[in-house]
């Protein structure tokens, strides 16, 4: 059985919620093109020719982690 400990149902419902309105905010963003960046900063490697394109994001996969990082420290911060 699951035991609860540490948040009350006030506080996961909270929680929840938080994350339904960052998934909005997210959704709305790369739905206006807010994210056309992803993949064309320097140091992303695009390799095309006629046949294979091959993209590999690594400095857009980096600030995406870090803004994941803070997003969830904030978020332990305020509810752990």
């Known amino acids: ?5 540490g948040m ?6 909270l929680l929840v919620i938080l994350f339904g309105l960052i998934l909005i905010l ?6 206006t093109g ?7 900063l320097p ?4 390799i095309e ?3 294979v394109r091959v993209y590999i994001p690594i400095t857009s996969m980096i ?4 803004a994941l990082s803070l997003l969830l420290g904030i978020i332990n911060r305020l509810f752990g």
Not at 8 to 13: E, P, R, V
């Open 1 to 5: 059985m699951w035991h609860n400990e």
């Open 8 to 13: 009350n149902n006030h506080q996961i419902g």
């Open 26 to 31: 997210g959704g709305a963003l790369i739905w």
């Open 34 to 40: 807010a994210f056309s960046w992803f993949g064309r």
């Open 43 to 46: 140091g992303d490697i695009r």
């Open 49 to 51: 020719s006629e046949n």
């Open 63 to 66: 600030v995406i982690s870090l």
